[in-house]
């Protein structure tokens, strides 16, 4: 059952950047964190400003909301808008969607088969509405639909000890408690839960009443939205780790790896279309949510020579644009070269209009590329890596850099036209925006934190 949340009155503090708030909690935790004791979750809460958010989304229904990974609702602006810091006891393992008037976060404390957590947050004050907490590691997205949220469990350990686990087949990913859990939204009521015997890591794809499901154990489990009962099943011949199902019209996409490439379902018949191994890749696949636009897939691998060290400065950051309809390679460009990186092995790319915008989990390039051919159209240098999606509004694109500074640029140049340090973050998920609110998390030791501040203050 869902513990409800302690709503804790948050704390005013007036003429303070976010960098200076986060500082500071940092000092005086002896970089630990600082808890309001009582009964129920120990939350923090350090309001500058209280209010409306607008009009939100009745469901966030897959994966970074749309099959473009662009993280934005704009319907109307408050004049004022909400501006806050939640300081978490887990960290922050997920964005922050926005659905009906609640925030929800997933959190946990790493991939060594820590419990896990979900969090539900009002989002115009930052308290806690309720809580629950997962037996193993959440790492997916929360997804929303039929007033129902639903999050994934699954560790990041691997059936078998291997060097190269993303290129062994048939390796399969995640060991002890593994499956999804229903929710009811609003209230946090457990629903139902559907065990898995591998890790559940990609956040949920819901359509027409079905919840589309790819697990670490190589197949795609499809069940009733309402009952959590199976209703079918796909082996896909690869196993997946944070790359969503994606559904275009009666096609299925999703994203895996032992070995790595990319798979298309028939979802009226149940079975594979056609599998696309993305060469010499070395990891990335799996992780990576898909685009989809205008007949075209857009993936982001590492690639290396076969036995490459995971320490060579020999791997290469690369995006990868596919035929949906037959899965050949249309075009690939490098993005960046370095060594194989601890957790995220790519970034997450975003598409608007015909322009593809993405940074990577090597360094900070971040660049964007025609759709159709791939070409460099402009590219900068934002410091640290960026492996979430950025967003796309009013001609700028918000990218948020691991270390949790937000960057504001000319869509059509690639020019800074601002740049906000959110807060001194070791890993950062995020931007969201809802209207004229901007929701962002991150981490730092064990706690975890999302941030509200007003888009206005962030885009220049």
Not at 284 to 300: I, K, N, R, S, Y
Not at 377 to 396: A, K, Q
Request: proline fraction near 8%; charged fraction near 10%; glycine fraction near 12%.
């Amino acid at each position: 059952m869902a513990i409800p949340g302690r709503q804790l009155p948050g704390r005013t503090l007036h003429r303070r950047t976010w960098a200076s708030i986060a500082a500071a909690l940092l000092a005086l935790s002896g970089f630990g964190y600082l808890l309001l004791r009582g009964q129920g979750p120990a939350v923090s809460v350090y309001e500058l400003a209280t209010g409306p958010v607008g009009q939100t989304p009745t469901a966030w229904p897959q994966d970074h909301r749309s099959t473009v990974n662009n993280d934005s609702f704009i319907v109307s602006a408050p004049r004022r808008g909400p501006n806050y810091l939640v300081q978490l006891p887990s960290l922050a393992n997920s964005d922050a969607p926005v659905v009906n008037n609640i925030t929800y976060v997933a959190g946990g404390l790493g991939s060594a088969g820590h419990p896990g957590s979900l969090w539900a947050i009002d989002p115009q004050n930052g308290h806690v509405l309720w809580t629950d907490t997962i037996p193993n590691s959440t790492f997916s997205e929360p997804i929303v639909a039929h007033n129902r949220v639903f999050i994934c469990e699954g560790n990041a350990k691997f059936s078998s000890l291997t060097s190269f686990p993303a290129t062994t087949p048939g390796i399969k990913r995640g060991t002890g408690p593994s499956g999804l859990f229903a929710y009811n939204a609003t209230t946090g009521q457990l629903l139902w839960h559907y065990p898995t015997a591998y890790a559940d890591q990609a956040p949920v794809t819901v359509a027409g009443g079905r919840v589309f499901l790819a697990t670490g154990g190589r197949h795609l489990d499809v069940l009733d939205a309402k009952t959590g009962h199976l209703l079918w099943r796909v082996h896909t011949g690869v196993y997946v780790s944070r790359s969503s199902p994606r559904l275009v019209g009666h096609r299925i996409f999703l994203g895996g790896a032992g070995p790595l490439q990319v798979v298309a379902i028939n979802r009226l018949s149940h079975h594979v279309i056609w599998k696309s191994p993305i060469p010499k890749a070395t990891g990335g696949v799996d992780d990576t949510p898909l685009v989809f636009d205008h007949g075209m897939l857009f993936t982001a691998a590492l690639v290396g020579h076969p036995g490459i060290s995971r320490f060579s400065p020999r791997h290469f950051a690369k995006i990868f644009g596919l035929s949906a309809k037959t899965g050949k390679i249309v075009w690939s460009h490098t993005l960046a070269q370095g060594a194989n990186p601890p957790f995220k092995e790519t970034g997450t790319p975003m598409l608007h209009g015909n322009r593809l915008y993405a940074g990577n989990a090597l360094n900070g390039n971040f660049e964007a590329l025609s759709a159709q051919t791939g070409r460099l159209l402009w590219e900068d240098n934002l410091r640290e890596p960026v492996t979430r999606p950025p967003v796309w509004i009013d001609g700028h694109v918000l990218a948020l850099n691991a270390h949790g500074m937000l960057y504001s640029l000319s869509a059509k140049t690639g020019a800074i036209i601002k740049q906000t340090k959110i807060a001194p973050w070791l890993n950062a998920y995020g931007p969201v925006v809802i209207n004229g609110t901007v929701f962002a998390t991150g981490n730092a030791a064990k706690s975890g934190f999302l941030a509200a501040l007003p888009l206005k203050s962030v885009l220049g």
